[in-house]
């Protein structure tokens, strides 16, 4: 019997990559606005070069481009690149369709819920925070918990620690193939690809279920528990 759900975060829960891309571009005019003097084509590929090297969290990488290109931060250019970039983020920081309604569903239904991310615990809480999830989980580990990223089995097995589960109560969904779903399953969790979140174009996730709408876990939870669906 499934009595607990562990998610991933991004492109699971809410859409990061179209935030991420929204905000750096925005970040990129704002800039050259300030006075950065290189095309927005170079300026996003050093961009995603410093991500690259760094992570997609990386909290400097506009620091880094400057002093890559000048040897010093402007602190004009920042600035202009920082604001914009919050803004865009905040206005672009939204939950896919039927997040909310599925949670509060599946809460209704006893199932706890908890969220296994490798964001640093910062940024994930920011960001639950804003869409106002921040109350809704039992269980929240990120990277600054465990100093593992997924697929290790360290943050699955410290989520069923806090949990007080067994893997085989708890299903683990997310969009990343090689990590969320592979990870889960060598702790021994059934699991769900997320693929409304696919960045990969991942053909075949190695999942117990593969979903394109999140409401979907409704059918799942019934199907699995032996709930009659209505």
Known sequence: MIKAIIFDLDNTLMDFMVMKNAAVSAAIIAMQDAGLKISFEDAKARIDAIYKDHGIEFQTVFDEMLLELYGKIDYKILAAGIVAYRIERESNLKTYPGVFSTLIELLKMGIKLGIVSDAPSKEAWLRLSHLN???IFDVIITYDET???KPSPVPFNMALDKLKLRPDECLMIGDWAERDIV??????????FARYGDTFNTQHPGSDYDISDIRELIKIIKKENGIADD
């Open 147 to 149: 100093r593992e990223r």
């Open 183 to 192: 990870g889960a399953k060598v702790v021994g969790m059934k699991t769900v």
């Open 133 to 135: 999830l921040h109350h």
